[in-house]
């Protein structure tokens, strides 16, 4: 890609990606401006021309960085997605409201083409890091530590399966793989606080022993704005969660902070490895009939809404995509977003989580939106229906054959919520 004249412009979130990338581009002799977003970005990025905004002052970042020059534009680092309530707008805001609220809808995938769209609208180009400081992405092979073992290669070549299968979904970016199973699937939370739970559930007596992440883009991700990439801390999460070793897509992540990268694997005694992932997509296991079939959803209680049936037909597909790797108890889905699905930790625990993955403005409205699936299990259906309420969901699917007394009881606690019940007893 030709790079245009002038400084790049770097959008920076948390991490420690944008300032690794501004100190690549300035070694290849070209200037940046860094645009910070305050509360986020490291106070590392004051070793570079910088201004600081809040996340609400969309008229101040397109002024900083026409003020500096830029035309090309760079987006890195994550922002948790904030109550709108609290932020701090300036006038760029009310100007640009309707393609905010646009951003409230839909998974992460559709919501960065609408950001990458919006700086393009007004007259910024939106390159990628692995166009601007390519020595960041990772190269097929082993990079650090020793290479994997036997035993773990299915787990790696699994992954990568998973993920490819889940790519309709638009879900999240890495899985946790042990024993030939999943025993966590990113979801809204991000892969940081992905390894945290296997932590936490290997803590508490859940889950298989050692294992491997795998972490590459889901097909046809807008990889501009969300080329995935790991660092020193994903080392360290996952020697917490107990793994053996990180698997990535070759050419399709970025390695930030490598030195010390190797450094931790040499010190944990973990590997880090790319490989091409389509060579593993084979791995998936097969599917019967029933199990791609689309299932007929029927109302059993409560007020359904359009906008929940598009929620329940999603979260069924997720259970279905997930079932034959062995997870998909349960999922959650909210305006088109799956927000979790289960993998080894049970319904229950994956509830309890939910209500901090909400986007945002729902923790702010008092409206009821998603819905959360299960297939028939030994879940406590108080607990289940209780916490699904909690979270502020609208609905339960009963997925799949249930036993009569089983559903009976699932249906009676979900109404009792306040939620409405739909089953889906074809669902294969």
Excluded: Y
């Amino acid at each position: 890609m030709t790079a245009g004249g002038g400084p790049l412009g770097i959008l920076a979130g948390d991490g420690g990606l944008p300032l690794q990338v501004a100190d690549e581009v300035r070694r290849s002799g070209r200037p940046v401006h860094i645009v910070a977003i305050a509360g986020a970005a490291e106070p590392g990025i004051e070793a570079h021309p910088h201004t600081w905004v809040d996340l609400g002052q969309i008229g101040g970042m397109l002024r900083a960085f026409r003020e500096a020059g830029c035309q090309d534009l760079v987006i890195l680092g994550g922002v948790r997605r904030p109550n709108l309530l609290k932020l701090r707008p300036d006038l760029g805001f009310f100007r640009n409201l309707p393609v905010i609220l646009s951003l409230m809808a839909g998974g992460d995938d559709s919501v960065l083409r609408r950001v990458v769209s919006f700086f393009e609208r007004h007259g910024f180009r939106v390159v990628g890091a692995h166009n601007v400081a390519p020595a960041l992405v990772a190269e097929e092979g082993v990079l650090g530590g020793a290479e994997p073992k036997d035993h773990l290669l299915p787990d790696i070549a699994l992954g990568f399966a998973l993920i490819e299968e889940l790519a309709p979904l638009d879900v999240g970016q890495a899985v946790v793989m042990a024993n030939g199973r999943p025993i966590a699937i990113e979801g809204a939370e991000g892969t940081d606080r992905m390894l945290a739970r296997v932590r936490e559930m290997r803590a508490a007596g859940l889950g298989e022993h050692g294992g491997v992440i795998v972490k590459a883009p889901k097909r046809g991700q807008e990889l501009r704005v969300d080329m995935p990439a790991i660092g020193p801390r994903t080392v360290e999460g996952a020697v917490a969660a107990g793994l053996e070793g990180i698997a990535i897509a070759a050419g399709q992540v970025l390695v930030a902070e490598r030195s010390r990268v190797r450094e931790a694997l040499h010190r944990t005694g973990l590997f880090l490895v790319a490989a091409n992932p389509e060579a593993q997509w084979s791995a998936a296991p097969q599917r019967s009939q029933g199990e791609t079939k689309p299932g007929r959803l029927r109302w059993v209680s409560g007020k359904v809404k359009w906008r929940d049936i598009r929620d329940a037909e999603r979260a069924i597909q997720a259970i279905s995509t997930v079932r034959p790797f062995g997870a998909g108890e349960a999922a959650v889905v909210a305006r088109q977003h799956v927000l979790a699905i289960e993998a080894g930790e049970g319904a229950e625990r994956m509830l309890e989580r939910v209500a901090g993955l909400r986007q945002w403005g729902d923790r702010s409205s008092r409206r009821r939106r998603g819905v959360v699936a299960f297939r028939a299990a030994n879940a406590n259906a108080k607990n289940c229906t209780q916490w699904a309420a909690n979270s502020g969901l609208a609905g339960v699917v009963l997925a799949g054959p249930w036993p009569d007394g089983d559903r009976s009881e699932f249906a009676m606690a979900a109404a009792r919520a306040g939620l409405f019940v739909l089953t889906c007893e074809d669902h294969g």
